[in-house]
């Protein structure tokens, strides 16, 4: 079983960055897929980011202002967010997974909120 814990969400206003954080337990992920969705109100959930050991893959609509990266000696995956924008407001999840596209665990979410 894998535990995925958020923690980074909150209040910002457009033009500013937050940094997302997922810690993993219960099993070690070198070998999974980790990533990103999110969910805005009356919205469903929509993928933004993911990164194996060898690629990542991000969307169109937050490319170029998103990064995704992870350690794996911490078993955590962090979403670097930039230049954000009123729209990017949702709740956001962490899921890992063993396809290209991790939708196996996830986590509780964390809100964002961007201001404008």
């Known amino acids: 079983q894998v535990q995925l814990v958020e923690s980074g969400g909150g209040l910002v206003q457009a033009g500013g960055s937050l940094r997302l954080s997922c810690a993993a337990s219960?099993?070690?992920?070198?070998?999974?897929?980790m990533g990103w969705f999110r969910q805005a109100p009356g919205k469903e959930r929509e993928f933004v980011a993911a990164?194996?050991?060898?690629?990542?893959v991000t969307a169109d609509s937050v490319k170029g202002r998103f990064t995704i990266s992870r350690d794996n000696a911490k078993n955590t995956v962090y979403l670097e967010m930039n230049s954000l924008k009123p729209e990017d407001t949702a709740v956001y999840y962490c899921?890992?997974?063993?396809?290209?596209?991790?939708?196996?665990?996830w986590g509780q979410g964390t809100q964002v909120t961007v201001s404008s």
């Open positions: 219960g099993r070690t992920l070198n070998t999974y897929t």
């Open positions: 990164i194996s050991w060898s690629a990542t």
């Open positions: 899921a890992a997974g063993p396809t290209t596209i991790p939708r196996a665990y």
